[in-house]
């Protein structure tokens, strides 16, 4: 039996048709952004033009770091705590995306291709709360 799964925080992702996560985009100048942005912050765009947009796919681990000590209140995690792998990831749409590894810290690389997955972040009242995160290919 599968445990029932909700995202972690509404509205920043869906994984229904695939890991999809929603951000935003200049018509203009074609600027990512996740979250979503309320204007272009390019310093080179003539006209800030904000649409909604969803992300998904994958990228290059650009840098990483491991976290060994619990988050502090309001973000959760299932105790006792289990130190993992925070990532800096390049995507391939030109966002930069900060997110929790799938993988330990054993199998890091730099340079590494990495593609976007929704998986549990802590469990709480009979449910599976997720997040995206990046697994190594
Ligand atoms: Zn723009």
Not at 53 to 70: E, I, K, Q, R, T
Not at 119 to 131: L, P, R, V
């Given at each position: ?83 993992y ?23 890091m ?29």
């Open positions: 039996m599968s445990q029932q799964r909700e995202p972690a925080v509404a509205g920043l992702f869906s994984e229904e048709d695939g890991v999809r996560l929603h951000g935003a985009k200049c018509t203009t100048c074609n600027t990512p952004y996740f979250p979503k942005a309320a204007h272009c912050r390019n310093p080179d765009c003539d006209e800030s033009k904000i649409e909604p947009c969803s992300f998904g796919g994958g990228g290059v681990l650009w840098s990483y770091s491991v976290a060994d000590f619990p988050p502090p209140a309001p973000h959760k995690y299932d105790k006792p705590f289990v130190p792998v925070i990532g800096v990831v390049d995507m391939d749409n030109g966002l930069r995306l900060v997110g929790q590894m799938a993988d330990g810290l054993e199998a690389r730099i340079g590494a291709r990495v593609e976007l997955a929704i998986e549990s972040i802590y469990h709480e009242a009979g449910k599976a709360f997720t997040s995206w995160k990046f697994k190594l290919l």
